[in-house]
């Protein structure tokens, strides 16, 4: 006797009549619905307010669509390098896993894609339509579905979060920071810690290869280091962009720039020391009776910047004379 075969569940269902391509190519309706096969199965989700939405499985041309502006992830750190993994998979496997997209009146685009912007850039760079499941919502229930299906992944960063719910306030989708803390189930300490990462400039996270190399913990950090003095600004964005053109790597950037390195203005004490992210000693400059400086290095990750720091200083002192050709000496 045969054995009973298990039914697949709706999404299953529905996602399964959708083929891979280039191995099958269909045709479209003029209302995009799937043809040459059974029409595209749909499936009804209640929200907690009792709302109901209908999803739709479809195949859409990648050049029709667009990502929706209030979409978490900073779109233009999104590039062929950090594509490639997902691009390899898609080609093996298929896109498994569908963006979710609404209708848009537009004269160039069809639909928004509310989540899933990599899937959406990999099928786009690969040449190839993407599996979406189509849903008529609101900013509201976008924001909603997008938390939702974001909520157990790393590749969020929690600058790229502050930046949308900073957007989120500015284009009023929210009245409140109290009603955005509340309709997404977060505190209201929380949510002022990611806000204030929206301090830190754009120009500092370019110089860390991306928001993805700046946890919130570092984030909130750099906010307190660049407030320190009037021109830590200035000088921060200065030391990560020349790191950065030194072939540095992100974590010792960072590193760097959380570490005290920008000096305040008054005159140094007999003795300075800089901290590590966790606490600890990383160097300390120290002045001499004979009022000569002197720099120990305690943390082993930066021995290998020594030489850098060396040409730093050495440019520093250069710039001064240069500009101060009276002085004929720097203390």
């Known amino acids: 006797m045969d054995k009973v075969k298990k039914s697949k569940t709706a999404i299953g269902r529905f996602l399964e009549q959708i083929p891979d391509y280039p191995t099958e190519k269909i045709q479209y309706k003029s209302d995009n619905i799937l043809t040459g096969k059974k029409q595209a199965e749909s499936l009804v ?70 989540y899933g912007s990599r899937r959406f850039a990999a099928c786009k760079s690969l040449g190839m339509e993407i599996k979406a499941l189509e849903a008529d919502i609101n900013n509201d229930d976008a924001i909603m579905f997008m938390e939702a299906e974001n909520a157990g992944r790393k590749s969020i960063s929690a600058y790229e979060t502050a930046l949308a719910y900073k957007q989120w306030l500015d284009a009023g989708m929210y009245k409140s920071q109290k009603e955005l803390s509340e309709k997404l189930g977060i505190t209201r300490e929380w949510l002022n810690k990611i806000l204030s990462l929206n301090k830190i ?68 004490d007999s003795e300075h020391v800089i901290k590590n992210p966790r606490g600890k000693e990383a160097c300390r400059i120290t002045r001499t009776s004979n009022k000569k400086l002197k720099l120990t290095v305690k943390d082993k990750s930066l021995e290998g910047m020594v030489d850098v720091l060396i040409k730093d200083i050495e440019g520093l002192i250069q710039g001064y004379l240069s500009e101060n050709p009276g002085k004929k000496e720097v203390s």
């Not at 929200?47 to 992830?73: E, H, I, M, Q």
């Not at 290869?209 to 830590?232: F, H, I, M, Y």
């Open 45 to 114: 989700f209640e929200l907690p307010s009792g709302k109901r939405v209908r999803f739709v499985a479809k195949l859409l041309d990648t050049k029709k669509c667009r990502v929706w502006s209030g979409n978490l992830r900073l779109q233009d750190f999104i590039n062929e390098e950090n594509l490639k993994d997902l691009k390899n998979s898609i080609k093996l496997q298929g896109q498994v896993v569908p963006v979710l997209v609404r209708p848009i009146k537009d004269s160039s685009f069809t639909h928004e894609i509310i």
């Open 201 to 268: 400039p754009r120009k500092i996270i370019e110089s860390l290869s991306g928001p993805l190399n700046l946890s919130l913990k570092d984030g909130c950090r750099l906010v307190k280091t660049l407030s320190e003095s009037d021109d830590a600004v200035e000088k921060t964005i200065k030391i990560a962009e020349n790191r950065k053109k030194e072939g540095v790597p992100p974590e010792l950037i960072l590193k760097e720039i959380l570490g005290n390195s920008v000096l305040p203005k008054n005159k140094l």
